[in-house]
Antibody, heavy 121, light 108 residues
Framework: QVQLIQSGAEVKKPGASVKVSCKASGYTFTSYDISWVRQAPGQGLEWMAWISGYNNNTNCAQKFQGRVTLTTDTSTTTAYMELTNLRSDDTAIYYC??????????????WGQGTLVTVSS | SYELTQPPSMSVSPGQTARITCSGDALPKKYAYWYQQKSGQAPVLVIYDDSKRSSGIPERFSGSSSGTRATLTISGAQVEDEADYYCYSIDSSGSHRIFGGGTKLTVL
């Protein structure tokens, strides 16, 4: 079955960077994009960015431009999300999800289990 | 900026029908999707393309969309359906991927 397994929880200081991994299995990695979505404590879901599993094209929400870097390693079928210049309000659970497409609409299924990133001095 | 609007919470008794709405100006032209998130767990796809039930989702879950409103219906809600439900779609330009604010469903 399709699975996305993410790396473990991280604690970082303000100004630092974090890199979260997402290992995919159960499907052809290069046939699908991967999206990243975050959820601050007690808050809703917020889409951050996506990367093509085929050609590494990326796109991200405007608020994350300049701070988010997405990469993939097709040899290990793993996607990575690096967030730089961390602030306290970046404390959140970060999810990866496989992108699906209907027409021009991208959606997400399934999701990884999530990675808690805590930013604290 | 584009928004999807959901009621923050609702409550039903077991066996009753729960209808969770999601309003957005682009919904007449864009599909709506529904995700269920139980406490401490990752979101799970419930409904895609407005009304198609995802694999493994019980038949009591259904989706519909009319005009600027999409609706998730749980017919005969069970205690195990207690969760946060998020609608999702994109704006008319296709550039922005948006989640609704989420609806906390209580079944008791």
């Amino acid at each position: 079955q399709v699975q996305l397994i993410q790396s473990g929880a991280e604690v970082k200081k303000p100004g630092a960077s974090v890199k979260v991994s997402c290992k995919a299995s159960g499907y052809t990695f290069t046939s699908y994009d991967i999206s990243w979505v975050r959820q601050a404590p007690g808050q809703g879901l917020e889409w951050m960015a996506w990367i093509s599993g085929y050609n590494n094209n990326t796109n991200c929400a405007q608020k994350f431009q300049g701070r988010v870097t997405l990469t993939t390693d097709t040899s290990t079928t793993t996607a990575y999300m690096e967030l730089t210049n961390l602030r306290s309000d970046d404390t959140a659970i970060y999810y990866c999800a496989r992108d699906r497409i209907t027409g021009t609409t991208h959606w997400f299924d399934p999701w990884g289990q999530g990675t808690l990133v805590t930013v604290s001095s | 900026s584009y928004e999807l609007t959901q009621p923050p919470s609702m409550s039903v008794s077991p066996g009753q029908t729960a209808r969770i709405t999601c309003s957005g100006d682009a919904l007449p032209k864009k599909y709506a999707y529904w995700y269920q998130q139980k406490s401490g767990q990752a979101p799970v796809l419930v409904i895609y393309d407005d009304s198609k039930r995802s694999s493994g989702i019980p038949e009591r879950f259904s989706g519909s969309s009319s005009g600027t409103r999409a609706t998730l219906t749980i017919s005969g809600a069970q205690v195990e359906d207690e969760a946060d439900y998020y609608c999702y779609s994109i704006d008319s330009s296709g550039s922005h991927r948006i989640f609704g604010g989420g609806t906390k469903l209580t079944v008791l």
